[in-house]
């Protein structure tokens, strides 16, 4: 699909490299979008919400518009890693997509409770800079088995593969207006 333009919701290396992997055939370009949820997302629902309002504003610039979000969810065991993903093809269908979860260590979670972003703390912890434009806190704390990269490539696919099968598509009016 050498024509088809899809337009990441984010300029992260990590994030337009796992599409442009996987999306290989297509055009895929980087572009700064607002999230419009706040810079550490707390829940499943703000972090897929950051992701829907990533694709449907990289959408206006591009055939299909591809959005990808970090954040955390409590649970009963403690604070959960998160990351999701939203693609709003050129019919103005949207799918949606989760990808893996790990507990964060309770220093980290107690930082984010704090009002600190993951990213921030991250780099303290790792006493480097930029490990979210690197292997994230998941490859941090998978002893790199699992990279920031390869798990967005993960919630890529799922998506991709959603958009062939066109099954469970939610419907948009153009430029997204049902999503509130």
């Known amino acids: 699909m050498p024509n088809v333009k899809i337009i990441v919701g984010s300029t992260n290396h990590v994030k337009v490299q796992a599409i442009a992997n996987v999306f290989a055939n297509?055009?895929?370009t980087g572009m700064e979008i607002d999230s419009k949820v706040s810079a550490q997302p707390m829940t499943d629902q703000e972090t897929i919400k950051g992701a829907i309002n990533r694709a449907i504003g990289a959408k206006r610039y591009g055939d299909i518009g591809i959005g990808l979000e970090g954040g955390v969810q409590q649970t009963m065991y403690g604070l959960l890693l998160v990351n999701y993903g939203a693609l709003v093809d050129e019919e103005y269908n949207l799918y949606i997509a989760g990808g893996a979860r790990i507990l964060l260590p309770n220093d980290v979670?107690?930082?984010i409770y704090l009002g600190k972003e993951l990213g921030d703390i991250m780099d303290q912890y790792c006493h480097k800079i930029g490990v979210k434009h690197d292997e994230g806190?998941?490859?941090v704390f998978t002893n790199n088995f699992v990279k920031r990269q390869e798990m967005f490539e993960?919630?890529?696919?799922l998506l991709y593969g959603q958009m062939l099968c066109k099954q469970n598509?939610?419907?948009?009016?153009?430029?997204?207006?049902?999503?509130k």
């Open 109 to 111: 979670a107690k930082e």
């Open 154 to 157: 993960h919630i890529g696919k």
């Open 169 to 179: 598509a939610v419907k948009l009016f153009e430029h997204g207006e049902v999503i």
């Open 137 to 139: 806190a998941v490859g």
């Open 26 to 28: 297509y055009e895929v």
